[in-house]
């Protein structure tokens, strides 16, 4: 899978009005709805930028982005020839983004190019330009092929447009960007980067190379998460380490997949309007918890067994000296994170076990560590109802 042209560390951002210019002109420029206002190094930009010579249309998201937001941004943006498309924001406005740029030149409704959806057709990878700037450390999107597009509700789906040539064209990882996210938002998509970096690393198509992406990103996890919910948030140098890890798990997720909880992401995500950090730090414990058991259990899970264990010793800083023992510590690191960060339950957005028998079988994991069965992945829904 391409990567894109990456451009990390602080002060970066202020290279955005000359990596644009050179596309073009004529910007549309996405952005969340709070992205402007939290930030004062991103919203002097809009000066720069005018400054540089930029014509630039401006788009506010404040939710996932929906096939209707697309479709209009798409519709109003063929009235204006934009030459680039760049995205400050979380992973919502970005994915938004990155939908925008590759529907600019279509003539057809987004969701016939959306997986999973009934006459399905592929994308044929035609885009405008376009430029990630995450102002958080979470979904990766930066560095990755899809963007997710949500309609929730009953019959809802939260699935991906999907071309390697949505790689975005130019990446501007900025940390000080980051140095304003809340500390909820912060341990929410923090734990969705650790997610992908830990389900793309026990995935059953990992190699060498995403072990290697994986293992690095876990790194500096490891030393900044509780450091960026807390003392460190103005850290530059604690939010780069997040925003690294979150790139690496972009770079992961592409090239391995992704597991049980990025399942549920799907299938749970598409009926309830849940925030996608939000429930991957839910269920990541008791989806944990459950993979390991079924290793356990398995014949030929040793691999698996020993991946979950070196997690837990970058994680912990220590090994008890049997692979066991060092899966339960990483279950039991898990388990004080959702309670230090208190991660709501499901059942706080309107989740119940009557829901369960249209969840499971819209769920898919086959990127899983280990395959589950319809009783595995109800006991993980189960317990964080």
């Known amino acids: ?9 602080a002060g970066t951002l202020s290279k955005l009005p000359a990596i644009a210019a050179a596309y073009g002109r004529k910007m549309l420029l996405v952005t969340g709805r709070q992205t402007l206002r939290r ?15 930029m014509e630039v249309a401006c788009l506010e998201v404040d939710r996932e982005p929906s096939p209707e937001l697309i479709d209009e941004a798409a519709a109003l943006g063929r009235e204006t020839p934009f030459e680039v498309v760049v995205a400050i924001g979380g992973g919502s406005a970005v994915d938004a983004g990155k939908a925008i740029s590759a529907m600019l030149l279509q003539r057809d409704p987004v969701e016939r190019f959306i997986e999973g959806q009934p006459g399905f057709t592929p994308h044929d990878g035609r885009k405008i330009p376009f430029i990630a700037v995450p102002t958080t450390s979470g979904t990766g999107t930066e560095a990755t092929s899809n963007a997710v597009i949500s309609r929730v509700g009953p019959g809802g789906y939260k699935r991906s447009l999907r071309h390697a040539a949505f790689v975005p064209n130019e990446a501007i990882i900025d940390p ?9 938002l912060t341990a929410s998509s923090g734990m969705d980067a650790f997610t992908q970096l830990l389900e793309a690393y026990l995935s059953p198509f990992a190699s060498p190379f995403t072990d290697a992406i994986s293992c690095s990103g876990l790194v500096r996890f490891s030393r900044s998460f509780e450091l960026a919910c807390g003392s460190g948030a103005g850290d530059v140098a604690v939010r780069a380490d ?10 992961a997720l592409s090239n391995a997949g992704l597991g049980i909880v990025h399942g549920f992401a799907s299938s749970v995500g598409g009926l309830f309007d849940i925030p996608h950090g939000t429930l991957c730090a839910t269920l990541l414990a008791e989806a944990t918890r459950e993979n390991i058991r079924q290793l356990l259990a398995s014949e030929g899970g040793e691999s698996g067994l020993r991946k979950f264990a070196n997690a837990s010793r970058i994680l912990t800083g220590a ?29 706080e957005f309107g989740v119940s076990e009557s829901d369960f028998d249209a969840i499971i079988p819209a769920t898919r994991s086959k990127t899983n560590a280990v395959p589950l069965d319809e009783a595995a992945m109800r006991r993980i829904l189960v317990a964080r109802v």
């Open 1 to 9: 899978m391409p990567t894109p042209r990456i451009h990390f560390g």
């Open 39 to 53: 930030s004062p190094v991103a919203s002097g930009m809009l000066d720069e930028l005018s400054r540089a010579g």
């Open 176 to 184: 000080e960007l980051m140095t304003s996210a809340p500390p909820e």
């Open 242 to 251: 997040m925003a690294y890890a979150a790139l690496m798990s972009g770079i």
């Open 319 to 347: 090994s008890t000296g049997n692979v066991a023992n060092d899966c339960g510590r990483l279950v039991e690191l898990l388990e004080e994170w959702q309670a230090r960060y208190a991660f709501p339950r499901l059942g």
